[in-house]
């Protein structure tokens, strides 16, 4: 089974930078999946890491670390279009997602 | 190519009432998955399929059922709905077996509401 944390909120400023920590529990881990969804869509897939370090997309970065059951989604230069909820995914060995509850991030002007 | 579609877009329904929702992918995925998302707790699977002809329950399949007759169409049937049976519901595929990470695509979202 799996147990997923991130916090519920977080708010920022236009042009700032902001970190969305996830930690997880698992018993056969698989990868681990970003995406992000706007209020009234579904949700679009932004990240993925299946091994340790950093992987770079434009301004958005993933990070993981399977041995501390961690990740970190980085958001930079935020735009008032990245005010959404933001959802981390982590993949068993059977292939199924199990999702976290989602952090709604808010950009203030 | 439409990616995933899903029908209807939103619904009000009595209570006791049998509903389907529908489900279509065009990207030739093996893999099919249905959720429910409720406020405050994220998305939780509902069936699965891996692969045409064959399903899968998820963490929540109570008072749910599913078919996977051919590889593009993945109905999610509620025999008869329930209030705490409102919800939204997405649907999701992913190509399984590829070479990719198997991302899951998701649907617009059926949001179901059950009076």
């Known amino acids: 089974g799996q147990n997923i944390d991130q916090p519920t909120e977080m708010t920022a400023t236009e042009g700032a930078i902001v970190q969305i920590n996830c930690t997880y529990q698992t018993s056969g881990f698989n990868g681990l999946f970003w995406y992000q969804q706007h209020a009234g869509e579904a949700p679009t897939f932004l990240s993925y890491?299946?091994?340790?370090g950093l992987e770079e997309k434009g301004r958005f970065s993933s990070f993981l670390s399977r041995s501390k059951g961690y990740s970190y989604l980085l958001l930079k230069e935020l735009q008032m279009k990245d005010s959404a909820s933001y959802l981390c995914?982590?993949?068993?060995?059977?292939?199924?997602?199990?999702f976290g509850a989602g952090t709604t991030v808010t950009v203030r002007a | 190519i439409a990616g995933i579609t899903q029908a209807p877009t939103s619904q009000i329904l009595a209570a006791g009432r049998r509903m389907t929702l529908r489900c279509t992918q065009d990207m030739r995925h093996n893999a099919m998955y249905w959720y429910r998302q409720d406020l405050g707790l994220g998305l939780r699977l509902i069936h699965y399929s891996n692969t045409a002809g064959t399903t899968g329950k998820g963490e929540v399949p109570d008072g749910y059922s599913v078919s996977r007759a051919n590889t593009d169409d993945f109905p999610l049937t509620l025999a008869s709905a329930v209030p705490s049976q409102t919800s939204v519901y997405f649907c999701?595929?992913?190509?399984?077996?590829?070479?990719?990470?198997?991302?899951?695509?998701f649907g617009p979202g059926t949001r179901l509401t059950v009076l």
């Open positions: 890491n299946v091994l340790d």
């Open positions: 999701a595929s992913s190509e399984e077996g590829g070479t990719g990470p198997d991302t899951q695509y």
């Open positions: 995914a982590v993949r068993e060995n059977d292939y199924k997602l199990s």
